[in-house]
């Protein structure tokens, strides 16, 4: 299959790792919209929020496990965003499920 964050999660893409267990890792993304802007992705190809299921579930927890310990690591007490972009009207754009993790900066709301 032709994804690139399978690529990236199996090692034929380089990339700049910031976190890496058994099911997921975590990468710089290459556009970033905040100072500290990371994706967190599961190795496993889901290819979007809309296709998680009670079979492929537990690694979206773990995800949110790693999120909790890079903001530690990396010193966000005052906070951070976690956002899924979910299909066309979502703003998805590369089809496997992926979390942007960004800090360093206010954000606003709803968009911003
Ligand atoms: P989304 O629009 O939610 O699908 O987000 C896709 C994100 O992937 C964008 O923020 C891109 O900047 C980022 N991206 C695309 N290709 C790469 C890559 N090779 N390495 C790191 N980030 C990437
Ligand atoms: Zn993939």
């Excluded at 790792?17 to 099911?23: F, N, R």
């Excluded at 992705?41 to 296709?51: L, M, N, T």
């Excluded at 965003?81 to 089809?95: L, Y």
Aim: aromatic share 8%.
């Amino acid at each position: 299959m032709d994804c690139i964050f399978c690529k990236i999660a199996n090692g034929e893409i380089p990339t700049t790792k910031v976190y890496e267990d058994d099911s997921v890792i975590a990468f710089n993304d290459l556009s970033p919209q905040a100072p500290i802007h990371i994706l967190i992705i599961p190795k496993e190809h889901i290819a979007s929020a809309a296709d998680v299921t009670a079979d492929n579930s537990a690694v979206i927890a773990h995800i949110f496990e790693v999120a909790a310990k890079l903001g530690k690591d990396l010193g966000l007490e005052n906070g951070y965003r976690i956002v899924n972009n979910c299909g066309e009207d979502g703003g998805q754009t590369v089809k496997h499920l992926h979390f942007h993790f960004m800090g360093g900066r206010q954000f606003g709301w709803p968009a911003g």
